[in-house]
Each structure stands twice: as C-alpha cells, then as structure tokens.
C-alpha cells in the first residue's frame, strides 16, 4: 500500500534511501498517520507537522548511539514509524500496545520517557554532560514545542548549558510566536542562511581570515561584529544569543532539504546549539490545518461520545453562572483551557480568565496572589498535573492559610494515556494538608453544590472528579428520590441499607465512579443470596465527622471492603481504615483494603486497570465469599 514507507523499518533504512524519495515518504508517513491515529486516537496535528523533521533527524544522526528526546513525547509518533514500530501502530494507546509517549522499555530508540511537558532540555543535558565526562562523542537531541516554553523548567535548563557539550535543542514553533516577526526580508535572509552553500561561503571566509598573517584574526573579528550588527538590525537580537547559545534559524520546518542542512550544520559546529524551526501544525491534513485544537488530541473512533456533557462541561457552565452573580470568581488554567471546561469563562470573562502556560506551580503561587488580595481564585487542573506544583501549594497557599478551589480534572485513572497521566497521588498528598476540604461528586447536581459552597467560604477546597459524564446507575443508586437538601449534603450516602439505616453483613466504603463496580458486585451477590451494603463518601476530608457516622452504621457488618481508584499508601481508605479502628468500630471484623499498590499500570481499558490492580466487582464478590483477594 505504501510503495516507499513499507520498506523503511530502521533509520538505516531511511539512511539508505535516495534523496529524490524523500518527498513521496513524506507523504505516505502523513497518509499512515491519518489512517492509523483516527481509528486508535491520539496527538495527531502535532505530529503531522513534524514529520519531515523526524525524517531528517533519523538520517543526519546515527541513532540509537545519538540520542533524540521529545519534550512531552507526543510528536513522537513518526520517530516510532522510524525506529521498526510500524506494523505495531494498530496498538497505539491500547493495552500492552505502543505508548501514545516515548517510553524506555518500548524501545532502545526511546532514551528518555515523557508525557509531562518542559523536561527534555534538563534530561538532555544529562546525557550530554554524562558524554563528555567519559570521552563519548554522541550527540544529544532535544525536541521542544514553543508551548513547553511556558514552563520555567525549560529556562532553568537553558540556564544550565554547557556550550563544549554536543548538545542539539531543537525549538519546534507551531503556534505561538516566540521570535519577532520581521516580514520578508528576514523569510529571505532565513531561507538563504539555511542551505548548503551558505554554510560552505561561510566556512571559507573563516579560512580566508585565519590564512592572513598578523591581520587575519583582528579582520575576522572586525567582520564578525558588522556582522552581528547587521544581523541584529534585520532580527533583533534574539533570547536564546543573549543567554550565550549558538542560534540557528528561524527556518521552514516542512522543507525537509532546509532542515536537514540545517541539522548537519549543528552537528559540524560541535558545540551546544539551539535550532529554531516553524512548522505547521496538521501539515499536509487540511481538517488539521484548519483545526488544530480539535485535532491536536482525537478520540478513538470506537469511542463513545458523551451524551450528557461531561464533569468538565457541567463544572464550566456552572462556574459562568456563579461569575455573573460574583465578580471576584477568578479562572485559571495552565494551557487547559478546553481540556477542563473553561472555554466559555473565557469567552464570558476574558478579563478575570488567566491561562498562565504550562507552568502549574506558577498558577498556584498565581492563585495564592490572587486569595489574598481578596479574589475567589478558581484553578482548574489535570491531577496528574497538580502534581507538579505540590510545593507551592503547602508553602505559598496552606501555610498562610489562603483560600480558593481547586478543581481536579482526570482525577482516577486515564486509560488511553497510562502510567504518566493516571490521576491517582492526588487525594492522598492533598489529604496531608491542613485546613483543606476535599470533595468528589458523582453527579452534575452535586459538584454544582459543592463549587458553590467552596466559593462561598474563604478557606481551601478541592474538588476531585473523572473526565466521565455522569453515570446514570450511580446516581439512581445514591441519589433516588433526592431532594434540593440532599445534594446540598456532603456527607455520606448509602445503598443496601435497613429502613433503620444499618448496614447489611457486608460493607464496600468507597467514592467516585469506581463505586460503579461495588453496585455489580452488589447486583450480582444478591442473586446468590448475599447482601451486600455500599457506603459512598462524598467528602474526603475532613473525614472524622464520616468516621463517626460508618461507625455508627457498620456495627452489624462482618467484612468490610475500602475501595478507592487511588493510591494505597496515604490514600483516603488507608486514613479512614486508621480512624475507624482507632476508635474502635472495626473490632473482630474482617477488612480489606482494595486500592492501588506497587507499580503504577499502563494504559488499558478502565474495566482491565481494576482487575490487574484487584479493585474490580470479581474481587469484591470474591472476598465477600471467602476467597483470598
């Protein structure tokens, strides 16, 4: 099907293809990715616009003894085409497929795994600094979008480099302009500065100058500084020459001819250079091209679309109500904008609407500002991101005892995108910190009750939810019958209790969609003659007042089940099991903890995620009848 593509399955393959193929590759590598991405989702547009660079890279270095690392590591996808993973692209994002991010144990041509943006500049320089301590002369290559650049670690590395390394930094602009914008001149200039020739003239002027006795080296300097002079005129002297980095660019990332001198001409000055080229997102995909929001991450065809919106949805719509009633409600996202929900707070709102980059702990300390000059910050972000601004959150917000909500999307775990975005250390390091309320809704009515009553008080919220939509069996199950008081209640809410509110023999305490598993285990032991009780937590923290209230209702029950879509160790069933039993209201009854232990999984299906981790209703059933867990 693909006359050229099918025979490359090694970057010495691709070494060993005539030049005058390249073009016609180019264009099968596009076809492959469109055909393949749209059915098994994924980063499309992103990698669509970097496949003449990937091809380039795989030819001018001699990979795997060179090294490449992509920032975040989804606009690999071409350099997995590349590297011998082609015929295994059906799998991307599947279980015990290929990573939708550059991962180590996937392959010798992955150095350095990703997922998190603004990290391949420090790991590169590792590698780098580790070359030159033991004599190697590999080179290293970092691969960074201009987005990455919002975050502060990237400057902290470049602030790091060292210029007698072999290290080659690649800056992929596609979207926002870092460099200024200096019309057609500069077009020109760039275009002619980017091939073979000009670096040879160059080369030979430098020869010319060093051949001249006496005056030779102070003539060179001289033209050196007119030079710059000049340079500095037409461009501007740019951020990265101030900061004492070799400058190459800005050139046309999708002339491949233009890119590939261009890399050859880092390799040959044999120090630390920054190279900076713009492509264009969804290149060669004109549905791409004209929305690359949409397709910069596209679902599986086989997925199936949410009918009723989604946690993310509900929480922006409502949040747009509470702004018109309140105008001290302040947004904030880390370059998350349509990811959490807070597109139309920004169309609304644009001027209480913060998007601070990819720069999590800047937000917090951001949103810390903000709650002590006395506005209602509102910070919406992935939990696998929060992570990144842990510190920030103990120090600048919770020691000085400031208020606001943190809304936690993709809280649970993240199927497709596996170990580096599951959303599962959250509720027990936010759980460490004091004065802090922590929620999970599992419907719309109650999360809207919840956002309001943190948005009403000056303390410190946080409220956890899936990227789901609501689950109709949950909500009948928890919620049958409620009243406008009944959503406005955080405390617990029961199924399978007597008309006396005790609980049957057996017991799962849990919270958030995972509950979904102890009401088919509940279903499917009542038709063995078992029953089965459920205990839903709805706030996690503080948990004494739910401590006393399980207490009181768990006296008849023998076996008692914590289940939690999270972390084992500090999670919310290890803090609650402790206070239970303190108190004495788990004497001579048989428990089991059921959350996540040891290694972190890779992605698969939600149902796979928890039988590997042994949280699934098999093994609530199973434990209910005496089997070992």
Known sequence: MYTILDKINSPADLKALDSKNIEQLNKEIRSFLVENVTKTGGHLAS????????????????????????????????????????????????ENGLSGFTKRSESEYDCFGAGHSSTSVSAAIGFSEADRLCGNDNYTVAIVGDGAFTGGMIYEALNNCNKNTHLIIILNENEMSISKNVGNLSKHISKVRSTKGYFTFKRGVTRFFDSIPIVGAPLKSAASCIKLKIKGAVYNMNFFENMGLKYLGPIDGNDYYMVENMLKEAKRLNQCVLVHIKTIKGCGYDKAVRNPEEYHGISSCNCKKASNGSFSSHMGEFLCQEAEKNNKICAITAAMSWGTGLECFEKKFPERYFDVGIAEAHAVTFFAGLSAAGMKPVFAVYSTFLQRAYDNLLHDVALQQLGGLLLVDRAGFAPEDGATHHGIYDAAFLSQIDDITIYEPICYESLSKMIRKALSDNTLYAIRYSKDEENGILKHAFFENASENDYCNFDIRTYGADENGMMPPNVVITYGRIALEAIIAAQELADKGIRLGIILLQTLKPLDKQAKMIGDIIQQSNKIIFLEEGIYEGGISMLLHEKLYENGYLKEKDCSIMALRGMVPEQAPLENLYKKCKMSHDDITRFIQGGIV
């Open 47 to 94: 990698n669509l616009g970097v496949v003449e660079l990937s091809v380039a890279l795989h030819r001018v270095f001699d990979t795997p003894n060179d090294r490449i690392i992509f920032d975040v590591g989804h606009q690999s996808y071409v350099h997995k085409i590349l590297t011998g993973r082609k015929n295994s692209f059906s799998t991307l994002r599947c």
